[in-house]
């Protein structure tokens, strides 16, 4: 051995087995593993408090004039649940919360840090510590939009996408700091945002195993690396627009004020500038989720590993060029407006080929349908539906009836929650023995996916009848309107379906926490999977593998021929990485 690999074989061995404190270890860590656990336990935390939120403003919109049974009118004097300016201020931070602290930290936070240097073979992100800090600031950013709920006034009541002049004219949205804490909060997340935006691009491109090509990748990394590209140009855009929004509010400055003349509309230019991008943001992790799992659970290669890779690339560049589908109704020129609808429409070429080789891999496979598989499988579902249903928005006669209705809330439910989380829960089962060294209950992980799966449709899929039939979202009270009380029993149906919703999730929190403590150790490799985590410990160790990193041969979607599929058989030898081999 050289003097310069002993010395390295020594580093490794010593910061191994180096003790930390408890502080260091689980607080202000710089493993990345730990990182992806604070951020999947923050995700998880602000998903219950988004969930609730919506359980209420369903309540709402069902029984709108009839006290809630044993709260006496605790909220209200009369009728329903909530005040007006109560129910404003529910929907808009259900839909923040869950946007912003939720998806983005369960998908591109926890699973971003815990896949991307174990599946390439790297010890570490690029940059420890920044990595530590993107965690805390989103953290503190998350803290700070709570705070919100206890300022005088009351939290930011102008819906997620706080259109000006609504959220910019003091004088129109109260004398509060609810929207300035809503501001201030988005900034600081989009600052956090960034930073570990930075350490995924620069640990992919700087830190995989030798012989670790780009399109030896794993389609996860690959989802993982374009999210990160489109969160790195995209969040500046949506950072800069909150601070100005902060500053007509604040400062008196006249960005989006008419009366100091200032255009509203920039405010929705630079919302959906960053808007589009951001729903794939939002999905793409999902998409590369599903693309790992099908083929584990199939028992056969991915079908056509580039055509889903470049798939993913085109769907990012797209994502900049119709983001003027959201202002259909704006008044736009009807020549732009055209040009939107084309891009919008070539948009879904793209994922339908990703929809077809997921089918593609399901053909002819042997299927096991585990939990982490049944949860893939519903995203791909779902998230076709909503995909579907996006279709019909591309179009500007269409959008123009449908635009701000419950079809576009059901649309954006099914990419989002259909698709989201369904592929957040799919990983979550997944990768679970890999990140904590234990399993989960299956029994308990299929009383939470079936009835989530009926419910989620439940609640959902009604709200395509009840927007076709008029219904506007935002609004308080439908029974107000004459033309949509015969539709009122749908809203019954809707919140009927929310509520189990919420419940079936008590199985995925008892499953999640007693697995964590009391669930069967896991082996090294429980699905017989081909990609390069699986060789490493369970959990990982610091720095994840021992003095030698596993040198990439053959990629894991790379066999002889086509009709092979002996990298899927289940292994008898100690379970091996496909495409790698140890020094």
């Known amino acids: 051995m050289s003097a310069t690999s002993a010395a390295a074989h020594a580093h490794v061995e010593h910061a191994g087995h180096h003790e930390l404190g408890f502080v260091r270890t689980y607080i202000f860590s710089t493993d990345h593993k730990m990182i992806s656990r604070q951020f999947l336990f923050l995700g998880l935390f602000m998903m219950i408090l988004g969930g609730l939120l919506a359980l209420v403003v369903r309540w709402q919109l069902a029984w709108p004039e009839t006290p809630v049974p044993g709260l006496g009118g605790l909220l209200k004097e009369t009728g329903g649940v909530l005040e007006p300016g109560q129910y404003n201020m529910a929907f808009t931070m259900h839909a923040t919360i869950m946007v912003f602290f939720v998806i983005m930290p369960i998908l591109a936070g926890s699973f971003g840090n815990f896949c991307i240097p174990l599946m390439i073979g790297a010890r570490d992100m690029a940059f420890p510590v920044l990595n530590m800090l993107s965690f805390w600031v989103t953290a503190s950013a998350g803290l700070i939009m709570l705070v919100g709920f206890f300022v005088p006034g009351g939290h930011a009541a102008a819906g997620w996408t706080s259109y000006a002049p609504l959220a910019s004219v003091v004088e129109y949205s109260g004398v509060n700091w609810g929207q300035n804490i809503w501001c201030i909060s988005l900034f600081i997340m989009g600052i956090g945002s960034m930073m570990g935006s930075i350490n995924y691009i620069t640990t992919i491109i700087n830190m995989r195993a030798p012989g670790m090509k780009l399109f030896r990748m ?176 591309a179009s500007t006669p269409v959008d123009i009836f449908i635009q701000d209705t419950y079809f576009i809330v059901a649309h954006i439910h099914y990419v989002v929650f259909g698709g989201s989380i369904f592929g957040a829960f799919a990983a979550i089962y997944f990768w679970f023995p890999k990140m904590f060294g234990r399993m989960t209950n299956v029994a308990l992980g299929h009383l939470h996916f079936w009835p989530t799966f009926v419910f989620f449709n439940l609640t959902f899929f009604p709200m395509h009848i009840i927007g076709v039939g008029g219904q ?112």
Do not use: C
């Not at 100091?260 to 992790?285: R, S, T």
């Not at 053959?554 to 020094?583: C, I, M, N």
């Open 472 to 583: 506007m979202r935002r609004i308080y009270n439908p029974m107000q309107y004459e033309f949509l009380q015969h539709q009122q029993h749908w809203n019954v149906v809707i919140t009927i379906g929310a509520l189990g919703l919420g419940i079936s999730q008590i199985p995925f929190v008892i499953n999640f926490f007693w697995s964590l403590f009391a669930g069967k150790k896991a082996p090294l490799n429980p699905w017989n999977s081909t990609t390069l985590e699986w060789t490493a410990p369970s959990p990982p160790p610091h720095l994840n593998w021992g003095p030698t990193l596993p040198t990439v041969y053959r990629g894991p979607y790379e066999y002889s021929s086509p009709e092979s599929k002996e990298d899927f058989l289940p292994q008898t030898a100690p379970p091996v990485h496909a495409g790698a081999r140890r020094h």
């Open 218 to 393: 794993p389609l996860v990394v690959w989802s993982l690396f374009i999210t990160a590209i489109l969160l790195l140009l995209a969040l500046p855009v949506l950072t800069s627009g909150v601070a100005m929004l902060l500053f007509d509010r604040w400062l008196g400055t006249s960005w989006f004020r008419p009366s100091g003349g200032g255009e509203p509309l920039l405010w929705q230019h630079l919302f959906w500038y960053f808007g589009h991008p951001e729903v794939y943001i939002l999905i793409l992790p999902a998409m590369g989720i599903a693309s790992e799992i099908l083929p584990v659970f199939a028992r056969k290669p991915i079908f056509g590993y580039h055509a889903m890779a470049f798939s993913m690339i085109g769907i990012a560049f797209l994502s900049w060029i119709v983001y003027g589908h959201h202002m259909f109704v704006s008044g736009m020129n009807p020549a732009l407006g055209m040009a939107f609808t084309v891009t919008t429409m070539i948009i879904a070429v793209p994922s339908a080929i990703k929809t077809f080789n997921w089918l593609g891999t399901l053909w002819g496979g042997r299927i096991q349908f585990t939990v982490p598989m049944l949860n893939a499988l519903a995203f791909v579902s779902m998230f076709v539906i909503g995909g579907l249903s996006g279709i019909f928005m």
